[in-house]
C-alpha cells in the first residue's frame, strides 16, 4: 500500500545532541511538510518543500532545518535540541494544490525524546 | 493569519448516539478548504472528511457529516451511530485553495465512546 513512513517511530537524543528524524513515501506527491505536535496540542507546520522548493514558516526556530534529496524523502534536522523540543513530528505529504481536494497524508510520527 | 477554534476539549457519547464536535475558523480569503481529521491513539493521523469552502452542500461520509455555515465560519462534525471504534482526538483544519502551505490546526477534540 502507498505510505508515508517515519523512522524512528521513538528518538532520544541529549540535550543539545543533533538528531535527524526521517520520512519517505510512496505516494509520489510533490509536497512535504513537516509539523512539530507537542503534548496535548495542535500540530503546527515547521516547513514545507513542494518540489525542491522550501518553504520556511515565518517562527520555525533557526534550529530546525530540512532536507529533500528526492521526491521520495524529507529529513527533519535539529541541530542543538533543547528540552523544549520534546515533541511529536509529523511528516505529511499532498499532491499540487487543487489536486486530490488538498488532502493531506500524515505518517504516524516520530516522537522525540530530549534527555 | 487564519486560526481554528475547538472549543470542547472533550466529549463522551454512548455507543449508537450521534455526537457533534464543534469547529469555528477565521480568514480573510474566500477560496480554502476544511477537514476534519481523526488521530487514534498512538496511531497516524487520517481524515475523515473534507469541504471546499466554494461548495454550498454539506459534505458527507457515510456516518461523517457536516454543517458547514460560511457566514459564520463555522464547521461542525457530526457522527452518527457511534462505535467504539470512533474513539480519538479530532481535529478541525484550514487549509489554503490555491497554495500548498500547510494545514492550521484546532486544538482537538477528545471523543470518548461509552459502550
Known amino acids: 500500500d502507498a505510505m508515508v513512513i517515519q523512522n524512528p517511530r521513538y528518538q532520544v537524543t541529549q540535550f543539545g545532541k543533533p538528531v535527524t528524524l526521517s520520512c519517505s513515501q510512496t505516494?509520489?506527491?510533490?509536497?512535504m511538510y513537516w509539523y512539530q505536535q507537542k503534548s496535548s496540542q495542535a500540530p503546527k507546520l515547521l516547513f514545507h518543500y513542494y518540489d525542491k522548493d522550501f518553504n520556511n514558516e515565518a517562527d520555525t526556530p533557526d534550529n530546525f532545518q530540512s532536507r529533500r534529496p528526492n521526491t521520495s524523502f524529507c529529513f527533519l534536522d535539529i541541530r542543538s535540541p533543547g528540552l523544549g523540543d520534546a515533541a511529536m513530528y509529523l511528516c505529511?505529504?499532498?499532491?499540487?494544490?487543487?489536486?486530490?481536494?488538498?488532502?493531506?497524508?500524515f505518517g504516524p510520527g516520530t516522537r522525540l525524546t530530549v534527555l | 493569519a487564519q486560526t481554528v477554534t475547538q472549543s470542547q476539549p472533550e466529549m463522551s457519547v454512548q455507543e449508537a448516539e450521534t455526537v457533534t464536535l464543534s469547529c469555528t475558523y477565521d480568514t480573510s480569503e474566500s477560496d480554502y478548504y476544511l477537514f476534519w481529521y481523526k488521530q487514534p491513539p498512538s496511531r497516524q493521523m487520517i481524515l475523515v472528511i473534507r469541504q471546499e469552502a466554494y461548495k454550498q452542500q454539506n459534505a458527507t461520509e457515510n456516518r461523517f457529516s457536516v454543517n458547514f455555515q460560511k457566514a459564520a465560519k463555522s464547521f461542525s462534525l457530526k457522527i452518527s451511530d457511534s462505535q467504539l471504534g470512533d474513539a480519538a482526538m479530532y481535529f478541525c483544519?484550514?487549509?489554503?485553495?490555491?497554495?500548498?502551505?500547510?494545514?492550521?490546526f484546532g486544538k482537538g477534540t477528545h471523543l470518548i465512546i461509552q459502550p
Open positions: 483544519a484550514y487549509g489554503p485553495g490555491g497554495g500548498a502551505d500547510g494545514l492550521t
Open positions: 505529511a505529504t499532498s499532491r499540487p494544490p487543487r489536486q486530490g481536494g488538498n488532502e493531506q497524508f
Open positions: 505516494l509520489n506527491h510533490n509536497v
